[in-house]
């Protein structure tokens, strides 16, 4: 970790947009700017469904930019569209599921998560792209 830098970044850069299973993940974050968060915008295809996940550290926000959804958090459904948001403690069941529009997020974890740090996956196969921190 370098010294503290301001980051001003534009969002929405396709080309950095990395596929990992159902989503799409572009980090606004990057790994050596990294202090005490990360930062994600955040894609899940229309009609498609994320595997249920949790952090054992990390407090996690979304904010749904764009399209809708569902979110089911400890099993329990929550409807998603433009405006609405989301604070997940450490130990939060989470997943997702888009509409036909697909579903858009900023997504901030504090302290900072990646694909391959602090992901665990409830039951089923690990999407390509996360390392279950369980393995």
Known sequence: MGSPEIIVRTAGNEDALK?????GIETLIMVDEEIR?????VKVQAESSTST?????AEELYY????????ILDGVEHELKVGVFLRLPP??????????????????????????RDVYFVGGEVPVGFKSAAE
């Open 19 to 23: 596929q990992l299973g159902p989503y």
């Open 37 to 41: 968060t990360t930062a994600y915008r």
């Open 53 to 57: 996940s949790y952090h054992q550290i």
């Open 64 to 71: 749904v930019l764009a399209g809708e959804g569902v979110a």
């Open 91 to 116: 130990g939060t069941k989470h997943a997702f599921r888009a509409g036909p529009n697909g579903l858009e997020m900023l997504d901030i974890h504090a302290p900072g998560c990646r694909p391959d």
